[in-house]
């Protein structure tokens, strides 16, 4: 059999302590240790018995960790999905994406045109605050919200009955050609239903990234090895170095899925987004959700551990954090934390200042070469 790989995402599970955090507004942050700190009992049996608790505390008392645990910093400029999850993949930015309040009249005129709609909204705000603010003029009108958040990301949302699912695909696809030009990592497709007083998202999400350059995703691909995205992986990819893509609207679908995939994979790698601790809790600075949903990560990663052969690779990481604890509702600048399991080895690995640690590591595990500019590797 060709070797297999997973790669887990737990989206926004950040550990804190980032050496640039200050310049980010963010010193202090620390998503998963505030999260221990509150909710009373709160605890991650399977993940502490692997060493978690390594990447939290320090002290004689701490049994010895059953896995290989370390941290790594984010080297990029930028605390977003797209690129702490380029980073893992090994593309390091050093200009970051751009943000908007509110975005400029001539790429809005221009979307505007090429997709012969006319945009309600343009400002930042909540996903689900928007529809509040604007779901009747959508109705009233049938234009599409337009609106944005802290991250360098374009929304657009629109009531199934209004804009079924083709038509939004190709909004979103004129808006994505028009976004490359500002340096806009997603445009989001937000498709939502409901009636005036009750309009909820729906399933149907889907991101529009921009291209990436090549990486470890697509360095697998070329060399015949086979690259499966669980979740939002390949939208934030834009598909480029993926060959097979499942998709997920919740953890709970995420986890099926690599469970499914996994048992019945004959090699390659394994990349996958569990997006709930970000898009449900995170942002919407909910402590006692998003401890839920790592107790329930937990207790599905317990049953998944006997899946794992002894010469598989499996790493469980994060690409920023979301302090739930913390002011506002952006993403937070910390460490992340990393849990690997490969060859029955355990110990504490060295730190890393570049999440590309992770790309180098896949690279050696499927005996391909790393880039120079990439982190050393950890096996």
């Known amino acids: 059999m060709m070797k297999r790989a997973l790669l887990l995402v737990l989206d926004s599970v950040g550990i804190g302590n980032a050496p640039d955090a200050a310049e980010f507004g963010d010193n202090g942050a620390n998503t998963l240790g505030h999260i221990y700190e509150h909710p009373p009992g709160f605890t991650l049996p399977t993940l502490e018995k692997l060493g978690l608790m390594h990447l939290l505390a320090s002290g004689a008392h701490l049994a010895p960790p059953q896995c290989l645990v370390g941290r790594m910093s984010e080297k990029s400029v930028g605390k977003d999905t797209t690129t702490g999850h380029?980073?893992?993949?090994?593309i390091e930015l050093a200009e970051p994406f751009a943000v908007f309040e509110k975005f400029p009249a001539e790429l809005v005129e221009a979307i505007e045109s090429d997709a012969g709609v006319q945009f309600i909204g343009n400002y930042a705000q909540s996903g689900t605050v928007i529809l509040d603010e604007l779901g009747d003029e959508h109705i009233a009108t049938r234009n599409p919200i337009l609106y944005t958040s802290a991250d360098s990301v374009l929304?657009?949302?629109?009531?199934?009955e209004i804009i079924p699912p083709a038509e939004m695909d190709r909004i979103c696809k004129t808006a994505r050609k028009h976004a490359d030009g500002w340096r806009i990592g997603r445009v989001?497709?937000?498709?939502?239903?409901?009636?005036?007083?009750?309009?909820?998202?729906?399933?149907?999400?889907h991101d529009y990234a921009m291209l990436p350059p090549a990486n470890i995703l697509t360095q697998l691909e070329a060399a015949?090895?086979?690259?499966?995205?669980?979740?939002?992986?390949?939208?934030?990819?834009?598909g480029v170095g993926i060959t097979n893509s499942i998709p997920a609207a919740s953890n709970a679908e995420g986890m099926q899925a690599t469970y499914d995939a996994w048992t019945q994979s004959t090699g390659g790698l394994l990349f996958v987004n569990l997006v709930d601790f970000d898009m449900l809790y995170g942002h919407r600075r909910d402590v006692s959700g998003y401890a839920n949903a790592l107790v329930e990560f937990d207790t599905w990663l317990a049953g998944f551990l006997s899946?794992?052969?002894p010469d598989d690779l499996v790493i469980i990481t994060?690409?920023?954090?979301?302090?739930?604890?913390?002011?506002?509702?952006?993403?937070?600048?910390?460490?992340?934390?990393?849990?690997?399991?490969?060859?029955?080895?355990?110990?504490?690995?060295?730190?890393?200042?570049?999440?590309?640690?992770?790309?180098?590591?896949?690279?050696k595990f499927f005996d391909q070469s790393s880039p120079t500019h990439w982190n050393e590797s950890w096996i």
């Open 86 to 90: 380029w980073e893992i993949s090994g």
């Open 188 to 205: 989001i497709a937000r498709p939502f239903a409901g009636a005036s007083g009750n309009y909820r998202r729906i399933a149907g999400r």
């Open 155 to 160: 929304q657009i949302a629109a009531h199934e």
């Open 224 to 238: 015949g090895i086979p690259v499966t995205g669980i979740g939002k992986i390949s939208d934030i990819f834009a």
């Open 307 to 309: 899946k794992i052969r």
């Open 318 to 363: 994060a690409d920023h954090g979301n302090d739930p604890t913390w002011p506002g509702t952006d993403h937070t600048r910390e460490q992340v934390p990393v849990l690997m399991l490969h060859n029955e080895q355990s110990g504490i690995l060295p730190p890393r200042d570049s999440f590309t640690a992770i790309a180098a590591t896949l690279a």
